[in-house]
């Protein structure tokens, strides 16, 4: 979110810049942000991507999820099920046509994964996120990419432990 908000601050910048300067100049420390406004944008645009960047942020904490269940850490896995949930709204802001297929993940699983992680409730969070997994694999069938099968993570890698 705070990376978000420091690109759109950014943004801003240079539109205004450039406004008040009238005329078309590279941005950026070595100049790589060339072009009018519109210019720019459109290569902050494709630096921000579709919605692969937001599955690469909703994979990583996908494990996160998974292994502060494990360590018991119910407020690392508050922060995870919030950040899971941003990046995907995130992503569909940029690709709106996905909506459909992540409606279901949103409204019901999602929600779901709060019952143990507030109730300190392992075995309902094993539960629960066999059921947020198997929601994945859902939604990735219905966007035709089945290939992306998700399972639970086999080691973790992540440094944050209770």
Request: with cysteine.
């Given at each position: 979110?705070?990376?978000?908000?420091?690109?759109?601050?950014?943004?801003?910048?240079?539109?205004?810049?450039?406004?008040?300067?009238?005329?078309?100049?590279?941005?950026?420390?070595?100049?790589?942000?060339?072009?009018?406004?519109?210019?720019?944008?459109?290569?902050?645009?494709?630096?921000?991507?579709?919605?692969d960047?937001?599955?690469?942020?909703?994979?990583?904490?996908?494990?996160?999820?998974?292994?502060?269940?494990?360590?018991?850490?119910?407020?690392?896995?508050?922060?995870?099920?919030?950040?899971?949930?941003?990046?995907?709204?995130?992503?569909?802001?940029?690709?709106p046509?996905?909506?459909?297929?992540?409606?279901?993940?949103?409204?019901?699983?999602?929600?779901?994964?709060?019952?143990?992680?507030?109730?300190?409730?392992?075995?309902?969070?094993?539960?629960?996120?066999?059921?947020?997994?198997?929601?994945c694999?859902?939604?990735?069938?219905m966007?035709?990419v089945?290939?992306?099968?998700?399972?639970?993570?086999?080691?973790?890698?992540?440094?944050?432990?209770?």
């Open positions: 979110m705070l990376k978000m908000k420091f690109i759109l601050f950014l943004s801003a910048t240079i539109c205004i810049a450039d406004c008040k300067s009238g005329h078309d100049k590279p941005t950026g420390a070595d100049g790589w942000l060339k072009g009018d406004v519109e210019n720019k944008f459109e290569t902050i645009a494709s630096q921000l991507r579709g919605f960047m937001a599955m690469a942020e909703t994979g990583y904490r996908y494990q996160e999820l998974y292994w502060a269940g494990k360590d018991e850490n119910r407020e690392y896995a508050n922060c995870q099920l919030s950040k899971i949930k941003l990046a995907i709204k995130n992503g569909l802001q940029r690709r046509k996905r909506a459909k297929s992540a409606e279901h993940f949103l409204n019901s699983v999602l929600p779901a994964m709060q019952e143990p992680i507030n109730n300190k409730d392992t075995t309902l969070f094993n539960h629960h996120f066999q059921l947020l997994t198997a929601g694999n859902s939604c990735h069938s966007e035709k089945a290939f992306f099968f998700v399972k639970p993570p086999l080691e973790q890698k992540s440094p944050i432990r209770k």
